[in-house]
């Protein structure tokens, strides 16, 4: 079992353990840019379930998340050297919201057999709790349907999310491959006042039930902000999400310019060592939760993208940082491997998904797409009529983006994928949950190569 001893990790008879890894994104916790569904994920598992039923919406979605991570996969990452897996989780699969605080057991089948099979191959995993009841930030990977934060302000949902977390520690607390719990992933509380005391009170719960396992703790503000904290919880890790500006998608060359800033390495070294600044002043290990740049299919601009990668990566070993890339597997933007463009899943949604491209309704993997232009005007007009106006913790242009690519866009797009599922016989349904199998995808070999170096 790992333990926090100074700045590094180590196991209880001292051997020093540098986490390398990757998040599991889009499994148990499903995002658009990774699996092609538009909007958020509960939305869109209702309108597939109206489609489909019960029994046909069950089928499918188990047979997606087996497929998406089996043995292969794990002996694919412990040959390339890997030695842990994030996870992240919604708290749907353990809790309905009709029925607060009853523990739903079936939920755990995924999440036992995935921890299971990376321990066979002799790597740790971090169970990430991705989407909390009240959504703990804006966006859409925290399964929010809207663009509030409603479980910061409501002590209920808080109430739940320490309840399922003692549930989960009692569950693991003597699973020594289990690295620890993340247990809130990038929370963006803007007053500053509440994440604070619920960590101290959520590290409590769990040390009540699991006195032993590492808490990975993220910053505010998308896991980027330390400012709030003050003595650090014992045996906890500060947790930094360091994605470089020149990785997104919309971003520009690399080195080279981004919304009118250089970026090159020395300034991605600078991002990094202001956003562990906090590990550094308490002596506390660095992990690097979440980074990795989006791939645009542009070969010049994602050997550009390579280049970032490379030279994050050198960062990372010279100040001697863990770190877990995102992500593992997905349709085709950021993925160590991606569902093949000939697999039953690709063809089926191929328009689909070139059309919720061409319009833009992403905020990560879109380019600017149809919404751009429209959204100027309006934008301008917000700037013009409310110049004193903050989406805090965002610009104008990103609190837009949430409004218009998530929400005007994605609810009319969800309806339109779900009637995808029209007429589609069980085998049908098999056929699109398996192109995500390992063996019908398409591995980046040069990226998993680069892991295997870093």
């Not at 180590?10 to 986490?19: F, H």
């Not at 390579?306 to 597997?329: F, G």
């Not at 007429?423 to 019908?440: M, P």
Request: charged content about 25%; some cysteine.
């Amino acid at each position: 079992m790992l333990r926090v001893s100074g700045t590094r990790l180590e196991t209880c008879d001292g051997t020093p353990v540098r986490l390398r890894g990757a998040g599991l994104g889009g499994w148990m916790n499903m995002e658009n840019f990774i699996t092609g569904h538009p909007g958020n994920e509960a939305a869109m598992r209702s309108a597939v379930r109206e489609v489909l039923g019960e029994r046909r919406h069950e089928l499918f979605f188990d047979r997606l998340l087996t497929a998406f991570f089996g043995e292969v996969d794990a002996a694919l990452l412990a040959a390339k050297g890997v030695n842990c897996l994030r996870l992240p989780v919604n708290y749907r699969h353990f809790e309905d919201d009709a029925h607060p605080f009853e523990i739903r057991e079936e939920g755990f089948a995924q999440l036992d057999r995935v921890v299971d099979l990376c321990a066979r191959y002799g790597i740790y995993t971090v169970i990430d709790l991705h989407s909390l009841p009240g959504y703990q930030n804006h966006q859409w990977h925290s399964d929010n349907p809207t663009h509030l934060t409603f479980f910061w302000d409501h002590p209920h949902f808080q109430d739940r999310v320490v309840r399922l977390w003692e549930v989960i520690a009692d569950r693991y607390k003597d699973n020594p491959w289990v690295a620890g719990y993340n247990p809130v992933n990038e929370p963006a509380d803007d007053s500053g006042q509440v994440l604070p005391a619920f960590y101290d009170r959520l590290a409590a719960a769990i040390r009540a039930v699991d006195p032993h396992h590492i808490l990975f703790l993220d910053g505010n503000h998308y896991s980027t902000d330390f400012d709030v904290f003050d003595t650090p919880i014992d045996n906890a890790v500060y947790t930094c999400h360091d994605y470089a500006r020149a990785g997104f998608a919309r971003s520009g060359s690399y080195p080279g310019e981004t919304d009118g800033t250089w970026i090159d390495k020395e300034q991605v070294e600078e991002a990094f060592l202001r956003r562990t600044a906090y590990m550094r002043k308490t002596n506390t290990p660095v992990w690097i939760g979440e980074f990795g740049p989006v791939y645009t299919g542009d070969p010049a601009r994602d050997e550009q993208c390579a280049q970032l990668l490379a030279d994050q990566l050198d960062i990372y070993r010279r100040h001697e940082a863990s770190w877990s890339i995102w992500t593992y597997k997905d349709v085709g933007l950021q993925g160590l491997v991606h569902s093949a463009p000939d697999s039953a899943y690709q063809r089926h949604f191929a328009d689909f998904m070139a059309k919720k491209h061409r319009l833009g309704a992403e905020a990560w993997g879109s380019p600017d797409g149809v919404i751009r232009e429209l959204a100027k005007p309006l934008e301008q007009l917000i700037a013009d009529e409310f110049p004193g106006f903050s989406g805090r913790p965002f610009s104008t242009r990103q609190w837009a983006d949430v409004l218009l690519r998530h929400i005007l866009l994605g609810q009319p797009l969800i309806q339109e994928y779900a009637g995808l599922f029209h007429g589609l016989g069980d085998d049908d349904l098999i056929a699109l949950a398996d192109s995500f199998a390992l063996e019908q995808c398409v591995q980046r070999d040069w990226l998993l190569d680069a892991l295997a170096d870093g």
